[in-house]
């Protein structure tokens, strides 16, 4: 494993808009088969550097690899599964359709791309909305078709921003039952959550504030590195709700 190159691999990265620094020297790696999650207060920059690792944004400063790839890089796409927090769909073609099109674009075709399409609706209980136009599913519904198309072509990384906001209780167990089978299988997973029971899932937890890394460390180690008791005790410690 040591010798493996890091799935994610961040240096000293700073992002600007404009004059305003959003995040600020950050470093972090995130190897195979890891589940790593990123906490933050809301607008701590957690969305910024989910989408520099995807290459939608770039750097202000530093370095994002992938797969030992300089972000951003256009083909590293057929590499990486992103779920965004505002779901990206066609909302006046079916569900169908949406997945249609995304498997065309990963080059999926014919027989896989059936079989692919009925396996990632079934692990999101939508298989029978497949064929309803998106703009008369609820929310949650589209969260779930958002996850589907992010998992579409199996691809090594999956960058997940708030998976499963407004996912109920069950089909949010069904679904992390699932991204840790495939994190056995090899898929790497990096995920924002606010939620501090799916925190307690991952392998390694990064806690951002105001734009900088304060820890990245096991759940088991942050809860002794504070003193906490419990990883919301733990985010309240590295200021999760002051700011
Ligand atoms: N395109 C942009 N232009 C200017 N400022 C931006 C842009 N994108 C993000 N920001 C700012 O960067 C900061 C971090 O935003 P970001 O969305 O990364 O936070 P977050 O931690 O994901 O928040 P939340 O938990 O609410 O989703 C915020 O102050 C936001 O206003």
């Known amino acids: 494993m040591g010798s493996e190159v890091p799935v994610i691999s961040v240096s000293h990265v700073g992002k600007a808009f404009g004059d305003k620094q959003v995040l600020e020297d950050i470093s972090l790696q995130v190897d195979r088969a890891e589940t790593f999650g990123i906490l933050g207060p809301s607008g701590s920059g957690k969305t910024t550097l989910v989408k520099l690792l995807t290459g939608i944004d770039e750097v202000t ?6 797969l030992g790839v300089t972000m951003p890089k256009l083909s590293m796409l057929q590499q990486i599964g992103y779920m965004a927090q505002s779901d990206a769909l066609y909302t006046e073609l079916s569900a169908k359709e949406n997945l249609e099109f995304f498997a065309a674009l990963y080059g999926l075709k014919g027989a896989e791309r059936s079989q692919r399409i009925k396996a990632v609706m079934e692990l999101v209980d939508l298989q029978e909305h497949l064929r309803k136009r998106v703009d008369q599913y609820s929310g949650g519904m589209k969260r779930r078709l958002s996850l589907a198309i992010a998992l579409l072509h199996e691809p090594p990384l999956l960058l997940l921003d708030e998976p499963t906001v407004g996912i109920d209780p069950v089909l949010r167990l069904s679904i992390w039952k699932e991204l840790k089978a495939l994190n056995q299988k090899g ?7 606010h939620v501090m029971d ?8 990064g806690m951002i504030r105001d734009g900088k890394l304060l820890a990245a460390d096991t759940p088991a180690g942050l809860l002794q ?12 410690y590295y200021g999760g709700v002051r700011s």
């Open 61 to 66: 400063s530093g370095e994002v690899k992938v």
């Open 187 to 193: 898929t790497t997973i990096v995920l924002t959550t």
């Open 198 to 205: 799916e925190a307690e899932k991952c392998d390694r937890l």
């Open 225 to 236: 590195a504070t003193g906490s008791t419990s990883i919301e005790e733990a985010f309240l």
